[in-house]
């Protein structure tokens, strides 16, 4: 399914401007965590906005991301009042831990470890 243009820019919108708030944690809810936006998806009617957080360095993503959740409210005041003059009505938001970056890296880690001999040590054996 894709996004209309009207969601991709709020998508776009919220993502610059729910990582300003996380940036700043005036309530200290992410507590120094490296937590950023990795995607946002709206809703078609634009009343729900699926906020995908990257927590790469984060040990305990279930319980920030309960904190998270309990904090909604407030996270969702601060971000009406940076949104507020360009929408009709703040999204309500749900939050997710983005896994791709996660599952990416956990590649890259196997990779690197499997034992691929080089091609001199191939043509060794050859000879």
């Known amino acids: 399914m894709n ?6 820019k ?16 005036k309530q200290g809810i992410f507590t120094n965590n490296f937590v950023t936006v990795a995607d946002v998806r709206m809703s078609p009617d ?22 998270i959740d309990m904090h909604k409210s407030e996270l969702r005041r601060d971000l009406g009042n940076k949104i ?5 009505i703040v999204p309500e938001l749900i939050f997710y831990v983005d896994e791709v ?9 196997l990779i690197d470890d499997l034992d691929i001999p080089s091609e001199d040590e191939e043509d060794k054996k050859n000879d």
Do not use: P, T
Request: hydrophobic letters at 35%; proline letters at 0%; zero cysteines.
């Open 3 to 8: 996004e209309s243009k009207r969601q991709q």
């Open 101 to 109: 970056e996660e599952r990416a890296s956990r590649i890259d880690k």
């Open 10 to 25: 709020f998508s776009k919108l919220i993502q610059k401007d729910f990582s300003d708030i996380i940036q700043k944690d």
């Open 46 to 67: 634009l009343s729900v906005a699926k906020i995908y957080l990257s927590m790469m360095l984060v040990k305990d993503k279930q319980g920030l991301l309960d904190k």
């Open 84 to 88: 507020g003059k360009q929408v009709r």
